[in-house]
C-alpha cells in the first residue's frame, strides 16, 4: 500500500521560480535568501526555471526573500513565511509547493506541485 501525501513531522517546502517573459526581451535576475543561506543571483531566459526547497527550522522561524530584476522593472517580497503569507499556511505536516510564474503582466503564483496555466493567480505588480 502506498500513501500520497504522507504525514510527516518534519515537511519539505519547495519554491520554484519560471520565467515567461517574452523572448529577446532583458533576462530576469532572481536572488533568493535566508538570514542563514543566499543561494545567489540566478538568471534566466525565457522559458527556464530555478527551484529550491528546505526544511523549516525547529524554532519556525524560517524565512525566504526574493528579489526579481527584469529590465528596469523589479519586485521583492518574502516568498515563505511559515505563518501567513502566500506560501506559508500550507497544510501542515504536508509538503508544500509555490511555484512563482514571472509574465510580463507582473508575478502570479500557484499552490500546487505541476500546475496548469489555469492555476496561477495574479499576486504582484512589477515596479
Known sequence: MQ????????????????????????LLKVH????????????????????????????????FHCSFLWGKKHQSFDVFKPWGGYCGNLKMFQNGYCTWL???TGIFLALVRNPSPYDFQPVYAWL
Not at 14 to 25: A, E, G, I, N, R
Not at 33 to 60: C, P, W, Y
Open 102 to 104: 514571472m509574465k510580463d
Open 32 to 63: 533568493c535568501q535566508s538570514k542563514d543561506d543566499d543561494l545567489g543571483v540566478r538568471t534566466l531566459k525565457s522559458g527556464e526555471q530555478f527551484d529550491f526547497s528546505f526544511h523549516i527550522n525547529f524554532a519556525m522561524t524560517t524565512l
Open 3 to 26: 500513501i500520497t501525501n504522507a504525514f510527516t513531522l518534519n515537511p519539505k517546502f519547495t519554491k520554484c521560480f519560471v520565467s515567461d517573459l517574452p523572448q529577446y526581451t532583458p
